[in-house]
Structures are given as structure tokens and as C-alpha cells.
């Protein structure tokens, strides 16, 4: 139907509210019951791709947060190797690190669920050294033995991506999540199995990293190409 064919039913409904007095928020519960009556459902939007530092950023970022300190460039290191959200990073305990199976225990997921998520040996062996014998506390603690706030971390990312010189986009934690599930798509990942270490209840929410490392995947390919002509 064209956008002059509902003239009439908009002139009759705008009619019949006008005569009854109805509100604005009465309107939205009509139109709500009259969606649920005829069934209908928002169409699915293709979530297109993700905004995320490429390799040469993600590793000036990485260098970056070692340069300021040892201690940062770790926790910036676990923080995007681990994919984890920012509220799930400062949940971390010493305990949920199993360093026999490389794993990292996330207890704290959103929707408070638990999921394991696997970790390379060169940052077990970092945590390791850097966690010594102690079992318990918060991986990473401030100067006063606290646990870090979500809003100090997103602070740190930041300022770690103004002094590596990052100005494409707004580095966050989240930005990192994304990198690094693009980057593990883009070197074969399943999407099933990059689902469970994202910790996403649907799949379409995980496609968009697999649509984001095509498209990169792309742009690598004809850059070989044109260098191959040259």
C-alpha cells in the first residue's frame, strides 16, 4: 500500500481520539492492543557491523597500556582477550582463574548467568606471575586493595586510547568486547561457539561479528590482490 492509502484510516482514527479526549499515552496502549489483535510483529532488522579498532590499533593500544604500567597493560590484555563486559571484568576473583585448564570462570554474566571462557597460555602465565599464590580478591586491585568501579575502567580504556593516538572512534570497554569477537570470527571462529564465549542467549545477536569480519575479510583480500599487481 502506498503512504496516501492510510489518509483515510489516519483522518477516522484522529476523528474518533479527538471525540473521545484520548492521550497520548492511551493512544500508544490502542495502538499496542490493536498490533497484539492483528498479530502483528516488528519486522527483523539486519544489524549490519560493529565499530571496532583494526589490528594495527588493537595492538598501539595494547603497547600503549604497557608503556603507562605492567599492572595495566594486563588488566587491559585480560580485559580484551576475555571479551568481557565491563561489569563482568570488575567481578573477577582471583579463584575464577583455572590456570591448569586456562580457563576463566565469568560468574557474573549478564542475566547473572555463569560461562567459562578459554584463555591463551602467555596470559595464564601472566596471571599467573602477577597473582603469585594469593586465591582470593578481586585479579586486579587498586593502590587501596579495593576492587575497581565499572566507571575507573572505562576511564583507563579511554585514557590509554588518547595516548596511543586512537582517534577513529570513542574507545570503550565495549570496544574492545567487539574487537576481539570480530578479530576470533575473522580467524575462523564458529559462530556457535563464539556465541557461548560472548555469553549471548541468541545467535542473530553473534552474526553481527561474523557480517563485520566478511566485510574485513573482504577489503583483505583485494588489498592482496592490488599488491600482487604491483
Given at each position: 500500500?502506498?503512504?496516501?492509502?492510510?489518509?483515510?484510516?489516519?483522518?477516522?482514527?484522529?476523528?474518533?481520539?479527538?471525540?473521545?479526549?484520548?492521550?497520548?499515552?492511551?493512544?500508544?496502549?490502542?495502538?499496542?492492543?490493536?498490533?497484539?489483535?492483528?498479530?502483528?510483529?516488528?519486522?527483523?532488522?539486519?544489524?549490519?557491523?560493529?565499530?571496532?579498532?583494526?589490528?594495527?590499533?588493537?595492538?598501539?593500544?595494547?603497547?600503549?597500556?604497557?608503556?603507562?604500567?605492567?599492572?595495566?597493560?594486563?588488566?587491559?590484555?585480560?580485559?580484551?582477550?576475555?571479551?568481557?563486559?565491563?561489569?563482568?571484568?570488575?567481578?573477577?576473583?582471583?579463584?575464577?582463574?583455572?590456570?591448569?585448564?586456562?580457563?576463566?570462570?565469568?560468574?557474573?554474566?549478564?542475566?547473572?548467568?555463569?560461562?567459562?571462557?578459554?584463555?591463551?597460555e602467555n596470559l595464564g602465565r601472566l596471571l599467573s606471575t602477577h597473582l603469585k599464590d594469593r586465591k582470593s580478591g578481586p585479579i586486579f586491585r587498586t593502590?587501596?586493595?579495593?576492587?575497581?568501579?565499572?566507571?575507573?575502567?572505562?576511564?583507563?580504556?579511554?585514557?590509554?586510547?588518547?595516548?596511543?593516538?586512537?582517534?577513529?572512534?570513542?574507545?570503550?570497554?565495549?570496544?574492545?568486547?567487539?574487537?576481539?569477537?570480530?578479530?576470533?570470527?575473522?580467524?575462523?571462529?564458529?559462530?556457535?561457539?563464539?556465541?557461548?564465549?560472548?555469553?549471548?542467549?541468541?545467535?542473530?545477536?553473534?552474526?553481527?561479528?561474523?557480517?563485520?569480519?566478511?566485510?574485513?575479510?573482504?577489503?583483505?583480500?583485494?588489498?592482496?590482490?592490488?599488491?600482487?599487481?604491483?
Open positions: 500500500m502506498e503512504s496516501s492509502d492510510f489518509k483515510p484510516i489516519i483522518n477516522l482514527l484522529a476523528k474518533k481520539f479527538a471525540k473521545q479526549n484520548v492521550s497520548y499515552s492511551q493512544s500508544q496502549y490502542i495502538f499496542k492492543e490493536v498490533r497484539k489483535k492483528l498479530e502483528l510483529k516488528p519486522e527483523k532488522k539486519n544489524k549490519g557491523t560493529v565499530k571496532r579498532l583494526s589490528r594495527k590499533e588493537h595492538q598501539d593500544f595494547i603497547n600503549a597500556a604497557y608503556e603507562k604500567s605492567s599492572k595495566v597493560g594486563l588488566m587491559m590484555q585480560t580485559l580484551f582477550e576475555t571479551a568481557a563486559r565491563v561489569d563482568e571484568f570488575t567481578s573477577l576473583n582471583a579463584d575464577d582463574v583455572y590456570f591448569n585448564e586456562l580457563r576463566i570462570v565469568v560468574r557474573s554474566g549478564k542475566g547473572s548467568k555463569r560461562r567459562e571462557v578459554p584463555i591463551e593502590r587501596r586493595n579495593e576492587r575497581y568501579t565499572n566507571r575507573r575502567i572505562q576511564q583507563i580504556v579511554k585514557e590509554i586510547a588518547s595516548n596511543a593516538q586512537i582517534y577513529s572512534l570513542e574507545v570503550t570497554p565495549h570496544t574492545l568486547r567487539h574487537t576481539r569477537a570480530t578479530f576470533l570470527a575473522e580467524d575462523g571462529m564458529a559462530k556457535d561457539y563464539l556465541q557461548v564465549f560472548l555469553g549471548h542467549d541468541q545467535p542473530d545477536t553473534t552474526q553481527i561479528y561474523t557480517n563485520t569480519a566478511a566485510i574485513d575479510t573482504q577489503k583483505a583480500f583485494y588489498d592482496a590482490v592490488a599488491n600482487s599487481q604491483r
